[in-house]
């Protein structure tokens, strides 16, 4: 601690970086450790599901959507079909959309 007298008063303080009551004990200043905040990944793991396109973080939310192509929504994009029977008896499944077949 320093100590001064000014006017017959004793003044007294800790130094730097000490703390308590100077006038019996200064003890060191704990360090201060900040807690370490993990980030966490809304997108983490990957909640899209197939045929959906690379996800995006927005905020603390994750969006997905469906690849060109596909319909449904994320997690469930698909294609329009995968074989003819998947589509009306007047359409045929050609590159994975019912198209007429002439």
Known sequence: ???RVLNHIPTCTCIRRYIGDPF???RLQPLTIEPIVEEVDPCDPNPCG???NF???IGDRCECSCQPQ???SPPNCRPECNVNSDCSS????INRKCQDPC
């Open 1 to 3: 601690a320093e100590c």
């Open 70 to 72: 596909m319909i449904g």
């Open 90 to 93: 007047d359409r045929a499944c």
């Open 50 to 52: 197939p045929n959906s």
């Open 24 to 26: 019996t004990e200064c």
């Open 55 to 57: 996800p995006r973080v």
